[in-house]
């Protein structure tokens, strides 16, 4: 079984950064790919980005360019650098891990992108 604890979640204005955190309770290497999704109220939950075992990413349309997601093997953490935040950025937002023994989800954390 995989914990995921969040943070770095807050209250930003548009246009400005904020980086999530994921810190896993196994050796990420051994995770075949973690990913950030976001729900906003009366949405269905998102993937926004992934990253797999080898490196390799994936990203939302809405976030190219302005997102980006990493790992650190040695913290067993995984981020989500968040730039040029929009208000419709605004959701809860979930860090996830998928093995063969299953998915994984972590307890969430909000973002709220506001004036």
């Known amino acids: 079984q995989v914990q995921l604890v969040e943070s770095g979640g807050g209250l930003v204005q548009p246009g400005g950064s904020l980086r999530l955190s994921c810190v896993a309770s196994m050796r990420i290497f051994r995770i075949d790919a973690m990913g950030w999704y976001r729900q906003a109220p009366g949405k269905e939950r998102e993937l926004v980005a992934s990253i797999t075992r080898g490196g390799s990413t994936n990203y939302a349309d809405s976030v190219k360019g302005r997102f980006t997601i990493s790992g650190d093997n040695v913290q067993n953490t995984v981020y989500l650098q968040m730039d040029s935040l929009k208000p419709e950025d605004t959701a809860v937002y979930y860090c996830?891990?998928?093995?063969?023994?299953?998915?994984?989800w972590g307890q969430g954390t909000q973002v709220t992108v506001s004036s």
């Open positions: 996830n891990a998928a093995t063969l023994l299953g998915n994984y």
